[in-house]
């Protein structure tokens, strides 16, 4: 099986934009609702961090789901979900995979015995 990703993307870079763009404002809108939840003050800085977070997340997801051949209604889904679950949670889904795609264990590099 060939797992290098196509020559040519099948998205365009504005698309690609465009699917960071939603991911932003999914996590601007995760901050946002996380913080009314926990009865903390919304702050401009953090939600901006968490937008330019959330943008960055949503262009690599954009860019796996270019490998993996989905259709860009389901990376827009994809992208504004890990917007709205926030960069941190999504980095660490996004980790596991990229360890387990280069054939990597966690547990051997941490200096603990595989199992």
């Known amino acids: 099986m060939n797992d290098l990703p196509p020559s040519q993307p099948p998205f365009s870079w504005l698309q690609l934009a465009l699917v960071a763009a939603f991911a932003a404002v999914g996590g601007a809108i995760g901050y946002v609702l996380r913080a009314m939840d926990g009865n903390e003050p919304i702050l401009f800085w953090k939600a901006v961090v968490e937008f330019v977070a959330a943008g960055f997340v949503g262009v690599l997801s954009g860019l796996l789901c270019s490998v993996w051949g989905l259709s860009i209604v389901w990376t827009t889904f994809i992208a504004g979900t890990f917007g709205m679950i926030g ?27 595989t199992q």
């Open 87 to 113: 960069a941190r949670a999504t980095t660490q889904v996004m980790q596991r995979f990229v360890w387990a795609k280069l054939g990597l264990n966690r547990r051997s590099q941490d200096g603990n015995p």
